[in-house]
């Protein structure tokens, strides 16, 4: 695996562990409008749309009208459950600090309504360390599809296959290499599948993998930049 020249992060279940949150959340929409569906099939769909999950969770087809005043409802729970409780994986500040010191670009790419992307990234004080921001209201198609991958890379000026990815989903994994991307897996609570074509998998970000791809690239800009003077 070569050094990747850019970083990009999804958001729920990566840079911050809410899964649950936004299980209990679609759990009670549900229960709100008298769903039966089971975890299971809840899990399944978790990482894309949310257009594209609620036409699955409802039977009949749903205008743009009803996706939009759906989506708010299930949000707003998410945030009246999550919002006290906003707390980074393990290490993601101390990374981007040193992808910032490094010049490496990082870029945040997610299914996430902006609402929801703002909430997170400005209660973790993050949002300066991002050169490129995604969020579900600026793509066509939701994960597994690469758009939202091959937008983030456009908008870093850089090749897909020299971005590393972090993900945590099944569709999101699936939308990174149909990319080609590298890809590295944040392991969560609700990761029990293997996932093939990734490069790697972490608990956290400490991982020292993570720092092993920086060196080289922090390497060849300190050489670029040429010896101090007095």
């Given at each position: 695996?070569?050094?990747?020249?850019?970083?990009?992060?999804?958001?729920?279940?990566?840079?911050?562990?809410?899964?649950?949150?936004?299980?209990?959340?679609?759990?009670?929409?549900?229960?709100?409008?008298?769903?039966?569906?089971?975890?299971?099939?809840?899990?399944?769909?978790?990482?894309?749309?949310?257009?594209?999950?609620?036409?699955?969770?409802?039977?009949?087809?749903?205008?743009?009208?009803?996706?939009?005043?759906?989506?708010?409802?299930?949000?707003?729970?998410?945030?009246?459950?999550?919002?006290?409780?906003?707390?980074?994986?393990?290490?993601?500040?101390?990374?981007?600090?040193?992808?910032?010191?490094?010049?490496?670009?990082?870029a945040l790419a997610t299914s996430a309504p902006t609402s929801n992307v703002d909430m997170v990234i400005d209660a973790l004080d993050i949002r300066k360390y991002f050169s490129c921001i995604i969020d579900a209201t600026?793509?066509?198609?939701?994960?597994?599809?690469?758009?939202?991958?091959?937008?983030?890379?456009?908008?870093?000026?850089?090749?897909?296959?020299?971005?590393?990815?972090?993900?945590?989903?099944?569709?999101?994994?699936?939308?990174?290499?149909?990319?080609?991307?590298?890809?590295?897996?944040?392991?969560?609570?609700?990761?029990?599948?293997?996932?093939?074509?990734?490069?790697?998998?972490?608990?956290?970000?400490?991982?020292?993998?993570?720092?092993?791809?920086?060196?080289?690239?922090?390497?060849?800009?300190?050489?670029?930049?040429?010896?101090?003077?007095?």
């Amino acid at each position: 695996m070569s050094s990747p020249l850019a970083f990009i992060f999804d958001m729920d279940g990566t840079i911050v562990r809410n899964h649950e949150n936004h299980l209990n959340a679609w759990k009670l929409f549900c229960q709100n409008h008298h769903i039966a569906i089971t975890e299971e099939e809840l899990l399944a769909v978790f990482g894309g749309k949310n257009e594209d999950i609620l036409q699955k969770v409802f039977v009949h087809k749903l205008s743009q009208k009803e996706l939009r005043q759906f989506e708010e409802e299930k949000e707003g729970l998410y945030r009246g459950l999550y919002k006290p409780y906003i707390k980074e994986v393990e290490g993601l500040s101390d990374l981007l600090k040193n992808l910032f010191i490094a010049q490496i670009p990082a870029a945040l790419a997610t299914s996430a309504p902006t609402s929801n992307v703002d909430m997170v990234i400005d209660a973790l004080d993050i949002r300066k360390y991002f050169s490129c921001i995604i969020d579900a209201t600026m793509v066509t198609h939701g994960k597994p599809h690469p758009e939202i991958f091959l937008k983030v890379a456009e908008c870093l000026r850089e090749k897909p296959q020299n971005c590393l990815v972090f993900e945590d989903s099944r569709v999101g994994i699936e939308a990174a290499i149909n990319a080609g991307c590298m890809v590295a897996v944040v392991k969560s609570p609700f990761t029990k599948e293997r996932f093939t074509g990734a490069n790697f998998l972490i608990d956290d970000f400490r991982d020292p993998r993570i720092q092993n791809l920086i060196n080289p690239v922090l390497s060849i800009k300190i050489e670029k930049q040429g010896p101090k003077t007095e």
